[in-house]
T-cell receptor, first 116, second 113 residues
Framework: AQTVTQSQPEMSVQEAETVTLSCTYD???????LFWYKQPPSRQMILVIR??????QNATENRFSVNFQKAAKSFSLKISDSQLGDTAMYFC?????????????FGQGTRLTINP | DAGVIQSPRHEVTEMGQEVTLRCKPI?????LFWYRQTMMRGLELLIY????????DSGMPEDRFSAKMPNASFSTLKIQPSEPRDSAVYFC???????????FGPGTRLTVL
């Protein structure tokens, strides 16, 4: 079964601190893509960062970076210099092919609160 | 571009009524996705279309749910008859290609009494 597990339902840090959100997944596929999405109180889903499984180099987008450990099937998100606007639900997800169709599986999410 | 547009933003209905949710994808996108989000089950993919054709509807929970995409700029998700357990936020998303970012709409919060 293809699953995504986010073991931290909630996290809270002070502004300007660094925070790491964990994500593990289970798949037998070799070709897949991993994503972190952010959902602020507005409910809009926003892509934070994307990682292709065939790339060894960790993806980085400004203050956001990932630690992709393919063998361990781990895909954690690090937010540096956290800001109040980073307060949101964060979802880890991955896409894979299943009998000719793309599937997308999301984790249950981590609620991150940045405190002033 | 205005992004993915969904209507209505909120819908309150009574059990047994028909509910129709609407979505306008981003112009030029060839994939459209319908999701449902609940506290218990998280975010679930219900169905997706490629060039207006349904590709995978294995996530549709029951026959009460149906989705159509009559043209490249419009899709509907219909629930008939609705039940209280259908209460959730329903998202529509679109993308250009399967492996690219999906752009989500603001969602429709459905409450079935």
């Amino acid at each position: 079964a293809q699953t995504v597990t986010q073991s931290q339902p909630e996290m809270s840090v002070q502004e300007a601190e660094t925070v790491t959100l964990s994500c593990t997944y289970d798949t037998s596929e070799s070709n897949y893509y991993l994503f972190w999405y952010k959902q602020p109180p507005s409910r809009q889903m926003i892509l934070v960062i994307r990682q292709e499984a065939y790339k060894q180099q960790n993806a980085t987008e400004n203050r956001f970076s990932v630690n992709f450990q393919k063998a361990a099937k781990s895909f954690s998100l690090k937010i540096s210099d956290s800001q109040l606007g980073d307060t949101a639900m964060y979802f880890c997800a991955f896409t894979f092919w299943d009998q000719g169709a793309q599937k997308l599986v999301f984790g249950q999410g981590t609620r991150l609160t940045i405190n002033p | 571009d205005a992004g993915v547009i969904q209507s209505p933003r909120h819908e309150v209905t009574e059990m047994g009524q028909e509910v129709t949710l609407r979505c306008k994808p981003i112009s030029g996108h060839d994939y459209l996705f319908w999701y449902r989000q609940t506290m218990m089950r998280g975010l679930e993919l219900l169905i997706y279309f490629n060039n207006n054709v349904p590709i995978d509807d294995s996530g549709m929970p029951e026959d009460r749910f149906s989705a159509k995409m009559p043209n490249a700029s419009f899709s509907t998700l219909k629930i008939q008859p609705s039940e209280p357990r259908d209460s959730a936020v329903y998202f529509c998303a679109s993308s250009f290609g399967l492996r690219n970012e999906q752009f989500f709409g603001p969602g429709t919060r459905l409450t079935v009494l």
